[in-house]
Protein backbone atom coordinates (compact mmCIF):
# COMPACT_ATOMS: atom_id res chain seq x y z
CA UNK A 1 0.00 0.00 0.00
CA UNK A 2 1.76 3.52 -1.47
CA UNK A 3 1.05 6.50 1.02
CA UNK A 4 1.90 10.18 1.18
CA UNK A 5 2.35 11.69 4.81
CA UNK A 6 2.37 15.02 4.85
CA UNK A 7 3.84 17.47 7.61
CA UNK A 8 4.59 20.93 7.90
CA UNK A 9 2.06 23.01 8.13
CA UNK A 10 0.74 25.44 10.34
CA UNK A 11 -0.29 29.06 11.23
CA UNK A 12 2.72 31.76 10.44
CA UNK A 13 2.32 35.55 10.06
CA UNK A 14 2.39 37.07 6.50
CA UNK A 15 6.59 37.60 5.85
CA UNK A 16 7.23 34.64 7.30
CA UNK A 17 8.54 30.75 6.14
CA UNK A 18 7.44 27.40 6.46
CA UNK A 19 8.66 24.03 5.28
CA UNK A 20 6.36 20.96 4.30
CA UNK A 21 7.70 17.44 3.95
CA UNK A 22 5.84 14.48 1.87
CA UNK A 23 7.28 10.92 2.56
CA UNK A 24 6.11 8.13 0.32
CA UNK A 25 5.99 4.45 1.90
CA UNK A 26 5.37 1.58 0.86
CA UNK A 27 6.40 -1.06 -1.88
CA UNK A 28 6.70 0.56 -5.71
CA UNK A 29 9.12 0.21 -7.94
CA UNK A 30 9.97 4.39 -9.08
CA UNK A 31 8.80 7.54 -8.40
CA UNK A 32 8.73 9.42 -11.06
CA UNK A 33 7.13 13.15 -10.53
CA UNK A 34 6.40 14.63 -7.38
CA UNK A 35 5.21 17.91 -6.49
CA UNK A 36 2.54 19.99 -4.57
CA UNK A 37 -0.77 20.86 -4.86
CA UNK A 38 -3.04 23.48 -3.18
CA UNK A 39 -7.09 24.33 -2.43
CA UNK A 40 -7.94 27.25 -1.11
CA UNK A 41 -11.78 27.84 0.22
CA UNK A 42 -14.37 28.22 -2.62
CA UNK A 43 -11.37 27.74 -5.50
CA UNK A 44 -9.73 24.91 -7.77
CA UNK A 45 -6.56 23.13 -6.59
CA UNK A 46 -3.30 24.56 -8.40
CA UNK A 47 0.08 22.83 -8.82
CA UNK A 48 2.41 24.77 -7.01
CA UNK A 49 5.78 23.53 -7.53
CA UNK A 50 7.04 19.94 -8.93
CA UNK A 51 9.77 18.11 -9.43
CA UNK A 52 10.91 14.68 -11.27
CA UNK A 53 12.88 12.33 -10.83
CA UNK A 54 15.90 13.50 -12.74
CA UNK A 55 15.26 17.06 -10.90
CA UNK A 56 13.64 19.41 -12.90
CA UNK A 57 11.25 21.90 -11.02
CA UNK A 58 8.34 23.89 -12.74
CA UNK A 59 6.47 26.15 -10.25
CA UNK A 60 3.60 28.29 -10.41
CA UNK A 61 4.06 32.05 -11.68
CA UNK A 62 2.62 33.24 -7.92
CA UNK A 63 5.16 31.27 -6.10
CA UNK A 64 8.17 31.38 -8.17
CA UNK A 65 10.99 33.08 -6.44
CA UNK A 66 9.38 32.72 -2.61
CA UNK A 67 9.12 28.87 -2.94
CA UNK A 68 12.00 26.04 -4.01
CA UNK A 69 10.70 23.04 -4.24
CA UNK A 70 13.35 20.14 -3.66
CA UNK A 71 13.30 16.09 -3.15
CA UNK A 72 15.18 13.63 -1.57
CA UNK A 73 14.83 10.13 -2.77
CA UNK A 74 11.21 9.46 -1.81
CA UNK A 75 10.67 12.14 -0.23
CA UNK A 76 9.76 15.70 -1.56
CA UNK A 77 10.33 19.35 0.23
CA UNK A 78 8.91 22.67 0.02
CA UNK A 79 10.56 25.46 1.57
CA UNK A 80 8.25 28.55 1.67
CA UNK A 81 9.23 32.19 2.11
CA UNK A 82 7.68 35.65 2.32
CA UNK A 83 4.73 33.97 2.60
CA UNK A 84 1.37 36.16 2.00
CA UNK A 85 -2.33 36.17 3.12
CA UNK A 86 -3.10 34.29 -0.29
CA UNK A 87 -0.61 31.60 0.11
CA UNK A 88 -3.17 30.38 2.78
CA UNK A 89 -4.42 26.92 1.48
CA UNK A 90 -5.06 23.28 1.87
CA UNK A 91 -1.89 21.97 0.22
CA UNK A 92 -1.71 18.21 -1.18
CA UNK A 93 1.45 16.24 -1.85
CA UNK A 94 0.96 14.78 -4.98
CA UNK A 95 3.54 12.17 -6.51
CA UNK A 96 3.49 9.84 -9.66
CA UNK A 97 4.27 5.96 -8.64
CA UNK A 98 4.60 2.74 -9.87
CA UNK A 99 3.60 0.53 -7.40
CA UNK A 100 5.07 -2.82 -7.19
CA UNK A 101 2.81 -5.48 -7.99
CA UNK A 102 1.60 -3.88 -10.89
CA UNK A 103 3.30 -3.31 -14.87
CA UNK A 104 6.44 -1.61 -14.43
CA UNK A 105 4.82 0.49 -17.28
CA UNK A 106 1.68 1.43 -15.35
CA UNK A 107 2.28 5.25 -13.38
CA UNK A 108 -0.98 6.18 -10.93
CA UNK A 109 -1.06 9.71 -9.47
CA UNK A 110 -1.08 9.48 -5.61
CA UNK A 111 -2.48 12.20 -3.30
CA UNK A 112 -1.15 12.96 0.16
CA UNK A 113 -4.11 14.15 3.12
CA UNK A 114 -3.57 17.65 2.82
CA UNK A 115 -1.95 20.18 5.15
CA UNK A 116 -3.43 23.04 6.24
CA UNK A 117 -1.29 26.80 5.35
CA UNK A 118 -2.86 29.88 6.66
CA UNK A 119 -0.82 32.95 6.55
CA UNK A 120 -2.39 35.98 8.80
CA UNK A 121 -1.96 39.70 7.26
Known amino acids: QVQLVESGGGLVQAGGSLKLSCAAS????????MGWYRQAPGKQRELVAA?????TTNYAASVKGRFTISRDKNTVYVQMNSLKPEDTAVYYCNADITPSGSSRYMVYAYWGQGTQVTVSS
Open 26 to 33: GSFFSINR
Open 51 to 55: VTSGG
